[in-house]
């Protein structure tokens, strides 16, 4: 009873039923005689027990071979398969990711805050600045700042408590907005999604090449990369991009590593949008610099209503799991396609994660932003956004 191979489509094995059949013969043949009745092979006598058992034993093995088969192919590989293959691409799979949160750092204008610079936050955590800033005229400054802690350290709004490192001229820091947050390690689905943009990180000048190569940077936790080709403004996910020029979206990540993506991969006379001027020396061809522009995206705070139909059944922990669940989903770590920059969220993706929690009556499920209120089914991030979700942004309703 051999794997069935078939150019087409595969590997596939015989059903349970098949097997079976193939066994309770082979037991009947083995024990047939002509002066005696044919072999009782019911389920309920001690041969279809036995003819049962090696059925499941069959089965069993045709399904770890069909497994052993899935971990040829980059799309279905996992753990230690999926790293070997993309080994071959020189990827290997990223460690946990610090959460990081955008900080509104107050103070005396033309204040450097350096990178590294420390804060702390509630729960004896501290973040550490991913590059250096400068306090603008306004007397304020946005800087990125990533949790020392590793993995998916849950970062709501005003969580920074005060200031570690003593800098003169830097008064306070506050996060008004949620962050985002961390990862474990990096999940089969982003690390495939990795390895198959990764294909064009070898290239030069092509939209492709730049998403790559930034995607593969240490600590980057979400991005996106528009392009506008013409020589006329055109607005893409909600921004405005200049003629002949490239968007980069990024949240995460260091300054310089960024500017020697750029570039490494962007092609002389290409021009570059965003909030965020970063720099490159090439120390390699008389210390020319390099200026380019990239957005850093602000949080956008999402908000889920569940309306459910509780019974006997229903946990009375539900809202607990649910929320949990939602949480876990909307940022990757469940299997489900984390929700990204430049993206359409809708209601419907996360209906399986709030079903698998123990909700059964399952009436609607509604999502909206602080800056849309209305519930709707699904909601649009601009590429100058990032969402984020917390535990306490998620509401339930009783019907």
């Given amino acids: 009873m051999p794997l069935i191979f078939d150019p087409t489509t595969g590997l596939r094995a015989e059903s349970t039923d098949v097997i079976r059949e193939r066994v309770r013969a082979a037991w009947v043949n083995a024990f047939g005689r002509e002066d005696t009745p044919p072999l009782e092979t019911t389920p309920d006598t001690p041969a279809g027990q036995l003819v049962d058992s090696e059925t499941v034993f069959i089965a069993e093995k045709d399904a770890q071979l069909l497994a052993l088969a899935s971990q040829f192919d980059p799309q279905t590989a996992d753990g230690i398969f999926q790293e070997a293959l993309a080994s071959l691409y020189f990827l290997t799979r990223k460690s946990a990711q610090p959460s990081v949160i955008t900080v509104v750092c107050r103070g005396l204008p033309g204040t450097v805050i350096p990178r590294g610079a420390r804060v702390m936050a509630a ?12 306090i603008g005229p306004s007397g304020t400054a946005e800087i990125l700042f990533s949790c020392d802690t590793p993995g998916p350290v849950a970062v709501p709004a005003r969580l920074v408590t005060g200031i570690v490192t003593t ?15 961390g990862r474990h390690e990096e999940t089969r689905h982003d690390f495939e999604t990795r390895r198959a943009a990764s294909v064009a990180r070898n290239g030069h000048g092509t939209l492709a090449s730049l998403y790559g190569a930034l995607a593969d940077l240490n600590g980057v936790l979400d991005l996106c990369v528009l392009e506008n080709t013409g020589p006329v403004p055109v607005v893409k996910w909600g921004v405005t991009i200049p003629g002949h020029s490239v ?25 570059t949008a965003g909030d965020s001027e970063i720099t490159w020396v090439d120390h390699e061809y008389g210390g020319a610099l390099y200026t380019y522009r990239i957005q850093r995206p602000t949080p956008l705070s999402f908000r889920f209503r569940v309306t459910l139909r509780p019974t006997v059944s229903t946990p009375a922990d539900i809202e607990a799991l ?9 940022n990757g770590e469940s299997g489900s396609r984390k929700a990204r920059i430049a993206s359409s969220v809708y209601a419907t993706t996360y209906v399986c994660p709030v079903v698998s929690a123990g909700i059964q009556n399952l009436v609607s499920l509604q999502v909206a932003t602080d800056e849309a209120p209305e519930w709707a ?3 649009v991030v601009p590429a100058d956004r990032v969402p984020v979700l917390t535990e306490a942004s998620i509401s339930f309703a009783s019907v």
């Fill in 247 to 271: 968007f980069a979206s990024i949240y995460g990540g260091g300054d310089r590593d960024i500017a020697e993506v750029f570039y490494r991969k962007k092609d002389a006379g290409c021009g």
């Fill in 123 to 134: 729960g004896n955590l501290t973040f550490s600045a991913l590059s250096a800033e400068v």
């Fill in 377 to 379: 089914g699904s909601v």
């Fill in 322 to 330: 649910a929320r949990k669940a939602l949480v876990d989903a909307f």
């Fill in 167 to 181: 800098i003169p001229g830097w008064d306070s820091a506050e996060n008004p907005a949620p962050g985002v947050p």
